[in-house]
C-alpha cells in the first residue's frame, strides 16, 4: 500500500515521503479500515515538525491522527463492528496511509446522511456526526 511517512523531524513538508509500505494487521481488539479521508490538524503539524508527543526514536512512522473510510478487517474478538461499515477514527497515528489499524474503542459510526466531506469537517457542538458503534448503521 501507499503511505506518507516522516523519518525525520523537520519544519516543512519534504520530510513527508510517499513510500510502499505493508498493509497492518489488525491485532485482537483492533480494525482495519480502508482509508477515504484524512484530516490535516495542527497536531499533525506539530507531529511533523518534532513539537508533540512523539520522540525521535519512535521514527519512521505514518502520521495521521483522524480519518474515515470503511472497515476492510476485524481483529480476533471484535464482535461491535462488520465489514464494509463506515467509520470514523481517532487513533492518533497512521491515517495517512491507504489502510490504518484502529483499536475498537476509537472508530464512530457516521450519522446517517453524512457525506463524505461532512465526515472529517469542523464538529459543530449542536449537529452531532458520529454515534456509538452501536449507534445506526448507514
Known amino acids: 500500500m501507499k503511505a506518507i511517512r516522516i523519518h525525520k523531524f523537520g519544519p516543512t513538508e519534504e520530510v513527508l515521503q510517499y513510500e510502499d509500505v505493508p498493509v497492518p ?3 485482537a481488539g483492533e480494525i482495519l479500515i480502508k482509508v477515504e479521508a484524512a484530516s490535516l490538524n495542527r497536531a499533525d503539524l506539530g507531529l511533523r515538525k518534532g513539537t508533540y508527543r512523539i520522540s525521535a526514536d519512535a521514527l519512521p512512522l505514518i502520521p495521521g491522527r483522524e480519518f474515515a473510510g470503511t472497515v476492510e478487517r476485524l481483529g480476533t474478538g471484535v464482535n461491535e463492528y462488520r465489514t ?3 467509520v470514523v477514527a481517532y487513533p492518533s497515528l497512521g491515517g495517512y496511509a491507504e ?3 484502529a483499536k ?3 472508530p464512530r459510526l ?3 446522511g453524512l ?3 461532512g465526515l472529517l469537517s469542523p464538529r459543530q457542538p449542536q449537529l452531532p ?3 456509538s458503534p452501536r449507534g445506526s448503521a448507514c
Open 110 to 112: 457516521p450519522k446517517c
Open 104 to 106: 475498537t474503542s476509537s
Open 99 to 101: 489502510y490504518a489499524v
Open 25 to 27: 494487521e489488525p491485532n
Open 84 to 86: 464494509g461499515q463506515r
Open 129 to 131: 456526526r458520529y454515534s
Open 115 to 117: 457525506s463524505r466531506k
